[in-house]
Protein backbone atom coordinates (compact mmCIF):
# COMPACT_ATOMS: atom_id res chain seq x y z
CA UNK A 1 0.00 0.00 0.00
CA UNK A 2 2.90 2.27 0.96
CA UNK A 3 4.70 1.67 -2.69
CA UNK A 4 1.32 2.53 -4.30
CA UNK A 5 1.21 5.94 -2.71
CA UNK A 6 4.63 6.72 -2.87
CA UNK A 7 4.56 5.87 -6.82
CA UNK A 8 1.22 7.95 -7.52
CA UNK A 9 2.59 11.07 -5.36
CA UNK A 10 5.40 10.96 -8.07
CA UNK A 11 3.80 10.48 -10.70
CA UNK A 12 0.70 12.60 -10.28
CA UNK A 13 -2.62 12.24 -9.13
CA UNK A 14 -5.25 10.45 -11.96
CA UNK A 15 -7.18 14.23 -11.37
CA UNK A 16 -4.05 16.35 -12.52
CA UNK A 17 -3.38 13.90 -15.37
CA UNK A 18 -6.77 14.33 -16.91
CA UNK A 19 -6.57 17.94 -16.01
CA UNK A 20 -3.24 18.25 -17.90
CA UNK A 21 -4.74 16.20 -20.59
CA UNK A 22 -7.61 18.29 -20.88
CA UNK A 23 -5.43 21.45 -21.15
CA UNK A 24 -3.03 20.03 -23.96
CA UNK A 25 -6.12 19.63 -25.97
CA UNK A 26 -7.92 22.69 -25.81
CA UNK A 27 -4.19 24.04 -26.74
CA UNK A 28 -3.77 21.72 -29.31
CA UNK A 29 -7.72 22.37 -30.60
CA UNK A 30 -6.83 26.08 -30.59
CA UNK A 31 -3.42 25.93 -32.66
CA UNK A 32 -4.87 23.96 -34.99
CA UNK A 33 -8.34 25.68 -36.04
CA UNK A 34 -5.90 28.12 -38.37
CA UNK A 35 -5.36 25.53 -40.60
CA UNK A 36 -8.68 23.56 -40.31
CA UNK A 37 -10.27 26.79 -41.58
CA UNK A 38 -7.77 27.19 -44.29
CA UNK A 39 -8.70 23.77 -45.71
CA UNK A 40 -12.76 24.83 -45.10
CA UNK A 41 -12.53 28.22 -46.94
CA UNK A 42 -10.97 26.35 -49.82
CA UNK A 43 -13.92 23.68 -50.02
CA UNK A 44 -16.32 26.36 -50.49
CA UNK A 45 -18.55 27.30 -53.30
CA UNK A 46 -18.59 31.26 -54.03
CA UNK A 47 -22.08 31.82 -52.70
CA UNK A 48 -20.42 30.60 -48.94
CA UNK A 49 -17.26 32.31 -49.50
CA UNK A 50 -18.95 35.86 -49.34
CA UNK A 51 -21.40 34.79 -46.57
CA UNK A 52 -21.43 37.40 -43.71
CA UNK A 53 -20.76 36.28 -40.64
CA UNK A 54 -18.39 33.54 -41.56
CA UNK A 55 -18.95 29.98 -40.82
CA UNK A 56 -16.19 27.88 -39.60
CA UNK A 57 -17.95 24.55 -41.53
CA UNK A 58 -18.77 23.89 -45.44
CA UNK A 59 -22.60 23.11 -46.12
CA UNK A 60 -21.68 22.19 -50.06
CA UNK A 61 -18.20 21.06 -50.27
CA UNK A 62 -16.40 21.44 -53.75
CA UNK A 63 -13.23 21.23 -55.43
CA UNK A 64 -14.27 23.83 -57.85
CA UNK A 65 -12.02 26.10 -55.82
CA UNK A 66 -8.86 23.69 -56.76
CA UNK A 67 -10.02 23.60 -60.62
CA UNK A 68 -10.19 26.87 -60.95
CA UNK A 69 -6.87 27.81 -59.30
CA UNK A 70 -4.86 24.90 -61.80
CA UNK A 71 -7.47 26.46 -64.72
CA UNK A 72 -5.62 29.78 -63.90
CA UNK A 73 -2.04 28.52 -64.27
CA UNK A 74 -2.69 26.25 -66.96
CA UNK A 75 -3.17 29.42 -68.95
CA UNK A 76 0.17 30.72 -68.00
CA UNK A 77 3.00 31.02 -70.58
CA UNK A 78 5.48 29.10 -67.79
CA UNK A 79 4.30 26.04 -67.09
CA UNK A 80 3.02 25.55 -63.70
CA UNK A 81 5.62 22.89 -62.80
CA UNK A 82 8.50 25.38 -63.49
CA UNK A 83 6.97 27.29 -60.52
CA UNK A 84 7.23 24.03 -58.47
CA UNK A 85 10.64 22.71 -59.74
CA UNK A 86 12.34 26.63 -58.94
CA UNK A 87 10.55 26.88 -54.96
CA UNK A 88 11.76 23.06 -54.77
CA UNK A 89 15.77 23.78 -56.21
CA UNK A 90 15.87 26.82 -53.63
CA UNK A 91 14.44 25.26 -50.82
CA UNK A 92 15.92 22.14 -50.82
CA UNK A 93 19.65 23.55 -51.50
CA UNK A 94 19.12 26.41 -49.47
CA UNK A 95 18.13 24.08 -46.20
CA UNK A 96 20.86 21.39 -46.57
CA UNK A 97 23.81 24.52 -47.05
CA UNK A 98 22.02 26.29 -43.92
CA UNK A 99 21.93 23.09 -42.12
CA UNK A 100 25.39 21.87 -42.92
CA UNK A 101 27.24 25.35 -43.02
CA UNK A 102 25.80 26.11 -39.66
CA UNK A 103 26.53 23.02 -38.03
CA UNK A 104 29.99 23.16 -39.01
CA UNK A 105 30.62 27.00 -37.47
CA UNK A 106 28.92 26.19 -34.60
CA UNK A 107 31.07 22.85 -34.16
CA UNK A 108 34.31 25.50 -34.37
CA UNK A 109 33.19 27.88 -32.44
CA UNK A 110 31.79 25.64 -30.02
CA UNK A 111 35.11 23.08 -29.44
CA UNK A 112 37.81 24.70 -30.61
CA UNK A 113 37.75 28.70 -29.65
CA UNK A 114 40.28 30.69 -31.23
CA UNK A 115 41.43 34.30 -30.60
CA UNK A 116 38.49 36.93 -31.27
CA UNK A 117 35.36 34.03 -31.80
CA UNK A 118 33.97 35.10 -28.89
CA UNK A 119 33.57 38.51 -30.82
CA UNK A 120 32.25 36.73 -34.11
CA UNK A 121 29.93 34.83 -31.77
CA UNK A 122 28.56 38.04 -30.39
CA UNK A 123 28.39 39.64 -34.11
CA UNK A 124 25.90 36.79 -34.86
CA UNK A 125 23.89 37.42 -32.03
CA UNK A 126 23.58 41.02 -31.98
CA UNK A 127 22.47 40.21 -35.94
CA UNK A 128 19.29 38.75 -34.59
CA UNK A 129 17.69 41.54 -33.31
CA UNK A 130 17.47 43.01 -36.72
CA UNK A 131 14.05 42.29 -39.15
CA UNK A 132 14.16 41.64 -42.73
CA UNK A 133 12.73 45.32 -43.26
CA UNK A 134 15.66 46.35 -41.86
CA UNK A 135 18.36 44.49 -43.95
CA UNK A 136 16.43 44.32 -47.08
CA UNK A 137 17.89 47.23 -48.92
CA UNK A 138 21.86 46.06 -47.99
CA UNK A 139 20.90 43.27 -49.00
CA UNK A 140 19.62 44.15 -52.34
CA UNK A 141 22.57 46.23 -53.03
CA UNK A 142 25.28 43.32 -51.72
CA UNK A 143 22.78 41.06 -54.21
CA UNK A 144 23.02 43.10 -57.30
CA UNK A 145 26.73 44.14 -56.65
CA UNK A 146 27.58 40.79 -56.60
CA UNK A 147 25.32 39.94 -60.11
CA UNK A 148 22.75 37.60 -58.63
CA UNK A 149 19.71 39.49 -59.19
CA UNK A 150 17.93 37.46 -61.55
CA UNK A 151 19.17 34.03 -60.05
CA UNK A 152 18.46 31.09 -57.72
CA UNK A 153 21.65 32.23 -55.56
CA UNK A 154 20.20 35.59 -54.79
CA UNK A 155 17.76 33.54 -52.14
CA UNK A 156 19.78 30.66 -51.27
CA UNK A 157 23.10 32.49 -50.26
CA UNK A 158 21.40 34.54 -47.47
CA UNK A 159 19.18 31.90 -46.30
CA UNK A 160 22.93 29.67 -46.32
CA UNK A 161 24.58 32.11 -43.95
CA UNK A 162 21.16 32.52 -41.84
CA UNK A 163 22.27 33.46 -38.10
CA UNK A 164 19.66 32.57 -36.32
CA UNK A 165 20.76 28.25 -37.55
CA UNK A 166 24.23 29.15 -36.40
CA UNK A 167 22.82 30.46 -32.77
CA UNK A 168 20.90 28.03 -32.27
CA UNK A 169 23.78 24.89 -33.09
CA UNK A 170 26.22 26.87 -31.70
CA UNK A 171 24.23 26.78 -27.88
CA UNK A 172 23.20 23.02 -28.58
CA UNK A 173 26.89 21.65 -29.74
CA UNK A 174 28.16 23.64 -26.44
CA UNK A 175 26.01 20.46 -24.80
CA UNK A 176 27.84 18.21 -26.18
CA UNK A 177 30.57 16.80 -23.72
CA UNK A 178 34.34 17.95 -24.47
CA UNK A 179 35.49 14.00 -23.98
CA UNK A 180 33.45 12.92 -26.70
CA UNK A 181 35.23 15.51 -29.07
CA UNK A 182 38.72 14.28 -27.21
CA UNK A 183 37.93 10.42 -27.46
CA UNK A 184 37.33 10.61 -30.99
CA UNK A 185 40.23 12.41 -31.58
CA UNK A 186 42.90 10.22 -29.46
CA UNK A 187 40.99 7.26 -31.45
CA UNK A 188 42.30 9.09 -35.06
CA UNK A 189 39.55 11.18 -36.53
CA UNK A 190 40.15 14.75 -37.43
CA UNK A 191 38.46 17.72 -36.91
CA UNK A 192 35.72 16.96 -40.37
CA UNK A 193 34.86 13.18 -39.30
CA UNK A 194 34.10 13.83 -35.84
CA UNK A 195 31.75 16.57 -36.67
CA UNK A 196 29.86 14.12 -38.95
CA UNK A 197 30.29 10.98 -37.00
CA UNK A 198 29.89 11.85 -33.51
CA UNK A 199 28.51 15.56 -33.61
CA UNK A 200 26.02 15.74 -36.03
CA UNK A 201 24.21 12.72 -34.48
CA UNK A 202 24.06 13.74 -30.96
CA UNK A 203 22.71 16.97 -31.84
CA UNK A 204 20.26 15.35 -33.99
CA UNK A 205 17.42 17.32 -32.51
CA UNK A 206 18.83 20.57 -33.15
CA UNK A 207 19.50 20.25 -36.73
CA UNK A 208 16.47 18.48 -37.47
CA UNK A 209 14.31 21.68 -36.04
CA UNK A 210 16.76 23.73 -37.87
CA UNK A 211 15.59 22.09 -41.26
CA UNK A 212 11.60 23.07 -40.29
CA UNK A 213 12.88 26.28 -39.73
CA UNK A 214 14.52 27.09 -42.86
CA UNK A 215 12.31 24.43 -45.24
CA UNK A 216 9.08 26.66 -44.00
CA UNK A 217 11.22 30.06 -44.67
CA UNK A 218 12.58 29.22 -47.80
CA UNK A 219 9.12 27.51 -49.19
CA UNK A 220 7.11 30.35 -48.04
CA UNK A 221 9.75 33.24 -49.79
CA UNK A 222 8.40 34.72 -53.00
CA UNK A 223 11.46 36.12 -53.89
CA UNK A 224 9.98 39.10 -55.30
CA UNK A 225 12.34 41.64 -54.18
CA UNK A 226 15.13 39.50 -55.92
CA UNK A 227 13.73 37.40 -59.26
CA UNK A 228 11.98 39.40 -61.85
CA UNK A 229 12.27 36.57 -65.03
CA UNK A 230 9.04 35.05 -64.72
CA UNK A 231 10.82 31.58 -65.55
CA UNK A 232 12.64 31.26 -62.22
CA UNK A 233 9.92 32.98 -60.07
CA UNK A 234 9.15 30.74 -57.21
CA UNK A 235 5.39 29.30 -56.82
CA UNK A 236 4.29 31.67 -53.26
CA UNK A 237 5.28 34.52 -55.91
CA UNK A 238 2.78 33.47 -58.92
CA UNK A 239 0.01 31.85 -56.41
CA UNK A 240 -0.06 35.51 -54.65
CA UNK A 241 -0.42 37.23 -58.13
CA UNK A 242 -3.79 34.79 -58.56
CA UNK A 243 -4.50 35.46 -55.48
CA UNK A 244 -4.33 39.44 -55.77
CA UNK A 245 -6.29 39.68 -59.17
CA UNK A 246 -9.74 40.61 -57.79
CA UNK A 247 -12.42 39.18 -55.58
CA UNK A 248 -13.46 36.52 -58.41
CA UNK A 249 -10.54 34.71 -57.21
CA UNK A 250 -10.85 34.44 -53.67
CA UNK A 251 -11.95 30.94 -53.88
CA UNK A 252 -8.42 30.25 -55.86
CA UNK A 253 -6.65 31.81 -53.09
CA UNK A 254 -7.96 29.95 -50.38
CA UNK A 255 -6.92 26.74 -52.61
CA UNK A 256 -3.72 28.07 -52.93
CA UNK A 257 -2.87 29.30 -49.34
CA UNK A 258 -3.76 24.97 -48.81
CA UNK A 259 -1.14 23.78 -51.70
CA UNK A 260 1.45 26.26 -49.78
CA UNK A 261 0.72 24.76 -46.18
CA UNK A 262 1.08 21.16 -47.54
CA UNK A 263 5.40 20.65 -48.16
CA UNK A 264 6.02 22.36 -44.75
CA UNK A 265 3.14 20.79 -42.41
CA UNK A 266 4.76 17.22 -44.53
CA UNK A 267 8.24 18.10 -43.34
CA UNK A 268 7.06 19.27 -39.59
CA UNK A 269 4.92 15.70 -39.35
CA UNK A 270 8.28 13.69 -40.63
CA UNK A 271 10.40 15.63 -38.58
CA UNK A 272 8.69 16.30 -35.52
CA UNK A 273 8.74 12.26 -34.03
CA UNK A 274 12.21 12.19 -34.29
CA UNK A 275 12.87 15.71 -32.48
CA UNK A 276 11.14 14.38 -29.78
CA UNK A 277 12.64 11.19 -29.66
CA UNK A 278 15.98 12.23 -29.59
CA UNK A 279 15.43 14.87 -27.17
CA UNK A 280 14.07 12.23 -24.68
CA UNK A 281 16.59 9.80 -25.40
CA UNK A 282 19.91 10.74 -26.46
CA UNK A 283 21.01 13.18 -23.67
CA UNK A 284 24.88 12.46 -22.74
CA UNK A 285 26.22 13.25 -19.91
CA UNK A 286 30.80 14.08 -18.51
Not at 158 to 171: E, H, R, W
Not at 271 to 279: A, D, G, H, L, P
Request: aromatic share 14%; no cysteine.
Amino acid sequence: MARIKSKRNINGSVGGTVFVFIILVLFGTFMILPFVYSIVQSLKPPEELFRFPPRFFVSNPTFKNFKDLFGLTNSLWVPFSRYILNSAIITLIGTVGHVILASMAAFAIAKFPFPGSKIIFNIVVWSLLFTGEVTALPQYIVTAKLGLINTYWALILPAIGGSLGFFLMKQFMEQVPNGVVEAATVDGANELRTWWSIVLPITKPAWLTLIIFSFQSLWNNSGDKFIYNEEIKTLPSILSQISASGISRVGAAAAATVILMIPPMITFLASQRSVIETMAYSGIKE
